[in-house]
């Protein structure tokens, strides 16, 4: 070989060389991952084990990024965060329920349309998830569900079984029929059976004020459910619909009423439907545990959360969940969003996760494959009728919703007074974003 062919032939291998270097750093830029040596660290309410799966299985894939993970208890978990957030320190990536995001948006940083997409989002999870995680005209996304947990009836079947009720109720008229079927009140006036925990407060009625929520936006008409202001919670308080849905949630905890069946001198519902003395109690998966840690051997019942039936009024539920975020503080947000973006859409990291969670699942591929399980199959489901609003604060608008049913059962302000002081508090709160 002469001299001249030589360097030819060195010349065209450096050009494939270079080539094939630019489009392996090409394609590390399009995922927006630099091969550098980072160190992520995650924040949640899960215990050790159980992210355990996800942080090897995503450095399996990603040997060059180390996963720290902190498990802290869900009584202080979100104060903790939110300190450690303010004092520019905490974690890169963090769980945040879906209804907290708008109220927070200004501590997260949105992942590059490049990397992961609305799109994409849309394909992936139902609508419920794009209604809670996609903001400023649905081009950002904020985070990534870990799972899709949706409120159901939960009934105990033996009570139900000595009462000759065959089936759980699928509309609300039905589960109003059954209440005098199943509630047991002494001469004095005294509740000593419950159909069903509802019409009460968060002091006694777990989830519910997730579930009128849902009454108000079953009872909502499409139109106003998608209202692109962003306001269709304030406009539904303030609707005839709105008062009617209300209404229809107190009247269980109203002595005056054939439907009484609940006050606020009972016990939790978890720990009453627990014990036995409440027949049905309207909650999420994640109650199910907690009731069989105290409760080992009772024969808890799963049905759809109950709707107001009839063709016009396709079936709604309501949604409580974990995404995961990444925070506007960390130094790798491409990165970190790779973790997010792994965790939540690899079938194989979110199998796991859901394996040692239980938790129902928020890919759709997922869901395809639960809603034949007869264990999860009303979960499952649920999530694909899941929808959501606009929370532009969600613990202030818990408190207002809580304050208006505590102000009617004890006499201080008539249902009609209530809702409208309610819908006042919360329609401020838009004007503070």
């Given at each position: 070989?002469?001299?001249?062919?030589?360097?030819?032939?060195?010349?065209?291998?450096?050009?494939?060389?270079?080539?094939?270097?630019?489009?392996?750093?090409?394609?590390?830029?399009?995922?927006?991952?630099?091969?550098?040596?980072?160190?992520?660290?995650?924040?949640?309410?899960?215990?050790?084990?159980?992210?355990?799966?996800?942080?090897?299985?995503?450095?399996?894939?990603?040997?060059?990024?180390?996963?720290?993970?902190?498990?802290?208890?869900?009584?202080?978990?979100?104060?903790?965060?939110?300190?450690?957030?303010?004092?520019?320190?905490?974690?890169?990536?963090?769980?945040?329920?879906?209804?907290?995001?708008?109220?927070?948006?200004?501590?997260?940083?949105?992942?590059?349309?490049?990397?992961?997409?609305?799109?994409?989002?849309?394909?992936?999870?139902?609508?419920?998830?794009?209604?809670?995680?996609?903001?400023?005209?649905?081009?950002?996304?904020?985070?990534?569900?870990?799972?899709?947990?949706?409120?159901?009836?939960?009934?105990?079947?033996?009570?139900?079984?000595?009462?000759?009720?065959?089936?759980?109720?699928?509309?609300?008229?039905?589960?109003?029929?059954?209440?005098?079927?199943?509630?047991?009140?002494?001469?004095?006036?005294?509740?000593?059976?419950?159909?069903?925990?509802?019409?009460?407060?968060?002091?006694?009625?777990?989830?519910?004020?997730?579930?009128?929520?849902?009454?108000?936006?079953?009872?909502?008409?499409?139109?106003?459910?998608?209202?692109?202001?962003?306001?269709?919670?304030?406009?539904?308080?303030?609707?005839?619909?709105?008062?009617?849905?209300?209404?229809?949630?107190?009247?269980?905890?109203?002595?005056?009423?054939?439907?009484?069946?609940?006050?606020?001198?009972?016990?939790?519902?978890?720990?009453?439907?627990?014990?036995?003395?409440t027949a049905m109690i309207l909650n999420?998966?994640?109650?199910?545990?907690?009731?069989?840690?105290?409760?080992?051997?009772?024969?808890?019942?799963?049905?759809?959360?109950?709707?107001?039936?009839?063709?016009?009024?396709?079936?709604?539920?309501?949604?409580?969940?974990?995404?995961?975020?990444?925070?506007?503080?960390?130094?790798?947000p491409a990165q970190a969003w790779d973790?997010?973006?792994?965790?939540?859409?690899?079938?194989?990291?979110?199998?796991?996760?859901?394996?040692?969670?239980?938790?129902?699942?928020?890919?759709?591929?997922?869901?395809?494959?639960?809603?034949?399980?007869?264990?999860?199959?009303?979960?499952?489901?649920?999530?694909?009728?899941?929808?959501?609003?606009?929370?532009?604060?969600?613990?202030?608008?818990?408190?207002?919703?809580?304050?208006?049913?505590?102000?009617?059962?004890?006499?201080?302000?008539?249902?009609?007074?209530?809702?409208?002081?309610?819908?006042?508090?919360?329609?401020?709160?838009?004007?503070?974003?």
């Open positions: 070989m002469n001299i001249r062919r030589r360097y030819v032939l060195i010349a065209a291998i450096v050009l494939v060389l270079g080539l094939l270097a630019y489009l392996v750093f090409a394609n590390v830029q399009k995922r927006g991952i630099l091969a550098e040596k980072v160190t992520l660290n995650v924040w949640g309410v899960d215990d050790e084990k159980v992210f355990e799966s996800i942080a090897s299985a995503y450095q399996a894939l990603r040997p060059e990024t180390e996963i720290i993970y902190k498990s802290i208890g869900l009584k202080t978990y979100w104060e903790e965060l939110l300190n450690a957030l303010a004092a520019g320190e905490g974690p890169d990536v963090f769980y945040i329920k879906n209804h907290d995001i708008p109220a927070e948006k200004d501590k997260l940083y949105p992942v590059d349309s490049t990397q992961f997409s609305p799109a994409q989002l849309n394909d992936l999870f139902p609508t419920v998830a794009s209604q809670d995680l996609v903001y400023a005209s649905g081009s950002q996304i904020y985070a990534l569900p870990l799972y899709i947990d949706t409120l159901a009836l939960l009934y105990n079947k033996d009570i139900f079984d000595q009462n000759a009720i065959v089936y759980p109720p699928k509309t609300w008229i039905e589960f109003q029929n059954l209440v005098p079927k199943l509630t047991n009140i002494n001469q004095r006036g005294q509740i000593l059976k419950s159909a069903a925990a509802i019409g009460g407060t968060e002091k006694t009625v777990d989830a519910g004020i997730d579930l009128l929520i849902s009454l108000i936006m079953q009872n909502t008409s499409v139109e106003v459910r998608t209202d692109e202001e962003n306001k269709a919670l304030v406009n539904s308080l303030g609707s005839k619909s709105g008062a009617d849905a209300f209404n229809f949630y107190l009247q269980f905890a109203n002595p005056a009423s054939t439907a009484y069946t609940w006050n606020d001198d009972q016990t939790n519902s978890l720990d009453s439907f627990g014990a036995g003395k999420y998966q994640s109650a199910i545990p907690v009731i069989k840690n105290k409760s080992p051997f009772i024969n808890i019942g799963i049905a759809p959360l109950p709707q107001i039936g009839g063709e016009k009024n396709a079936p709604v539920t309501y949604a409580n969940y974990y995404s995961l975020a990444v925070s506007k503080l960390s130094k790798f973790f997010v973006i792994q965790t939540a859409t690899n079938e194989g990291i979110t199998r796991s996760y859901i394996a040692s969670t239980g938790h129902p699942p928020a890919l759709k591929t997922l869901i395809a494959e639960k809603v034949s399980d007869s264990d999860t199959s009303v979960f499952a489901s649920s999530a694909l009728i899941a929808r959501s609003w606009y929370h532009a604060n969600n613990r202030e608008i818990r408190a207002a919703l809580n304050d208006a049913i505590m102000d009617v059962l004890t006499g201080k302000s008539i249902a009609r007074d209530a809702l409208e002081t309610a819908g006042d508090k919360i329609n401020q709160l838009y004007y503070r974003r």
